[in-house]
Protein backbone atom coordinates (compact mmCIF):
# COMPACT_ATOMS: atom_id res chain seq x y z
CA UNK A 1 0.00 0.00 0.00
CA UNK A 2 3.11 2.08 0.77
CA UNK A 3 4.79 1.15 -2.42
CA UNK A 4 1.36 2.19 -4.35
CA UNK A 5 0.99 5.70 -3.06
CA UNK A 6 -2.06 5.24 -1.40
CA UNK A 7 -3.44 7.55 0.99
CA UNK A 8 -3.78 5.82 4.03
CA UNK A 9 -4.37 8.91 6.49
CA UNK A 10 -7.18 7.76 9.09
CA UNK A 11 -8.16 8.86 12.49
CA UNK A 12 -8.42 5.28 13.41
CA UNK A 13 -6.65 2.50 12.95
CA UNK A 14 -7.48 -1.10 13.46
CA UNK A 15 -4.30 -2.52 14.36
CA UNK A 16 -2.74 -5.95 12.28
CA UNK A 17 -2.12 -9.58 13.21
CA UNK A 18 -3.27 -9.06 17.36
CA UNK A 19 -0.69 -6.29 17.42
CA UNK A 20 2.12 -8.16 17.24
CA UNK A 21 5.79 -7.55 17.02
CA UNK A 22 6.44 -6.76 12.93
CA UNK A 23 2.86 -6.05 12.02
CA UNK A 24 2.92 -2.27 12.46
CA UNK A 25 5.76 -1.03 11.29
CA UNK A 26 6.79 3.37 11.87
CA UNK A 27 6.50 4.16 8.38
CA UNK A 28 3.29 2.75 8.34
CA UNK A 29 2.04 4.33 11.12
CA UNK A 30 3.68 7.74 10.17
CA UNK A 31 1.94 6.93 6.74
CA UNK A 32 -1.82 6.51 8.31
CA UNK A 33 -1.11 8.76 11.18
CA UNK A 34 -4.08 7.66 13.09
CA UNK A 35 -5.33 9.62 16.40
CA UNK A 36 -6.70 6.26 17.94
CA UNK A 37 -6.24 2.62 17.52
CA UNK A 38 -7.72 -0.84 18.64
CA UNK A 39 -5.90 -3.90 19.27
CA UNK A 40 -7.78 -7.27 19.29
CA UNK A 41 -6.23 -9.32 21.10
CA UNK A 42 -7.54 -11.79 24.24
CA UNK A 43 -6.28 -11.65 27.51
CA UNK A 44 -3.11 -14.17 28.19
CA UNK A 45 -3.19 -15.25 24.56
CA UNK A 46 0.05 -17.80 23.84
CA UNK A 47 1.32 -15.57 21.60
CA UNK A 48 2.01 -12.81 23.50
CA UNK A 49 0.19 -10.14 21.49
CA UNK A 50 -0.38 -7.98 21.72
CA UNK A 51 4.11 -6.97 22.11
CA UNK A 52 4.73 -4.13 23.93
CA UNK A 53 7.24 -2.99 21.04
CA UNK A 54 3.71 -2.27 19.13
CA UNK A 55 2.10 -0.49 22.24
CA UNK A 56 5.15 2.03 22.90
CA UNK A 57 5.34 2.59 18.77
CA UNK A 58 1.75 3.44 18.78
CA UNK A 59 2.15 5.48 21.90
CA UNK A 60 5.31 7.17 21.07
CA UNK A 61 3.40 8.35 17.82
CA UNK A 62 0.95 10.34 20.72
CA UNK A 63 -2.12 7.82 19.64
CA UNK A 64 -4.51 6.15 22.29
CA UNK A 65 -4.85 2.40 22.07
CA UNK A 66 -7.49 0.21 22.72
CA UNK A 67 -7.29 -2.69 23.70
CA UNK A 68 -10.50 -5.57 23.66
CA UNK A 69 -8.31 -7.91 26.21
CA UNK A 70 -8.52 -4.98 28.35
CA UNK A 71 -12.10 -3.42 27.43
CA UNK A 72 -13.63 -6.36 25.77
CA UNK A 73 -15.99 -4.52 22.84
CA UNK A 74 -14.90 -1.50 21.47
CA UNK A 75 -17.19 0.67 19.18
CA UNK A 76 -16.22 3.49 17.26
CA UNK A 77 -18.13 5.44 14.74
CA UNK A 78 -17.67 8.55 12.70
CA UNK A 79 -20.31 10.71 10.71
CA UNK A 80 -17.53 10.87 7.78
CA UNK A 81 -15.80 13.99 9.67
CA UNK A 82 -15.21 13.12 13.30
CA UNK A 83 -14.95 10.02 15.41
CA UNK A 84 -16.40 9.12 18.57
CA UNK A 85 -15.68 6.28 21.06
CA UNK A 86 -18.47 4.73 22.85
CA UNK A 87 -18.81 3.08 26.10
CA UNK A 88 -15.67 4.30 27.91
CA UNK A 89 -12.98 1.89 26.85
CA UNK A 90 -9.91 1.94 29.32
CA UNK A 91 -6.96 3.43 26.98
CA UNK A 92 -3.77 1.43 27.29
CA UNK A 93 -0.91 3.40 29.52
CA UNK A 94 2.14 4.46 28.33
CA UNK A 95 4.64 2.43 30.58
CA UNK A 96 7.68 4.79 31.22
CA UNK A 97 11.02 3.52 30.68
CA UNK A 98 12.33 4.82 33.80
CA UNK A 99 10.11 2.78 35.35
CA UNK A 100 10.74 -0.53 33.35
CA UNK A 101 14.64 0.21 34.60
CA UNK A 102 13.62 0.69 37.69
CA UNK A 103 11.45 -2.28 38.24
CA UNK A 104 14.35 -4.58 36.50
CA UNK A 105 16.34 -3.26 38.92
CA UNK A 106 14.72 -4.11 42.01
CA UNK A 107 13.92 -7.34 40.93
CA UNK A 108 18.16 -8.36 40.31
CA UNK A 109 19.01 -6.83 43.29
CA UNK A 110 15.88 -8.69 45.09
CA UNK A 111 16.92 -11.92 43.41
CA UNK A 112 20.87 -10.83 44.73
CA UNK A 113 20.19 -10.80 48.25
CA UNK A 114 17.98 -14.18 48.41
CA UNK A 115 21.05 -15.66 46.91
CA UNK A 116 23.51 -14.01 49.75
CA UNK A 117 20.57 -15.09 52.52
CA UNK A 118 20.27 -18.61 51.02
CA UNK A 119 23.44 -19.69 49.55
CA UNK A 120 23.46 -23.26 47.04
CA UNK A 121 24.11 -26.30 48.74
CA UNK A 122 25.79 -27.10 45.62
CA UNK A 123 28.77 -24.56 47.09
CA UNK A 124 29.12 -26.94 50.33
Known sequence: MINAGLNLESQVLKVAHHGSRYATSTTFLNKVNPTCAVISAGLNNPYG?????????????????????????????????????????????????NIIL????????????????KPSSLLY
Not at 52 to 68: A, D, P, W
Not at 102 to 117: D, G, N, P, Q, W
Request: aromatic residues 8%; negative net charge.
Open 102 to 117: LLMFALTFSVLIEKIR
Open 49 to 97: HPHNETIQRLLNKGVTVYGTYVSGTIVISSDGQTVQVHGNPEPIPEYPQ
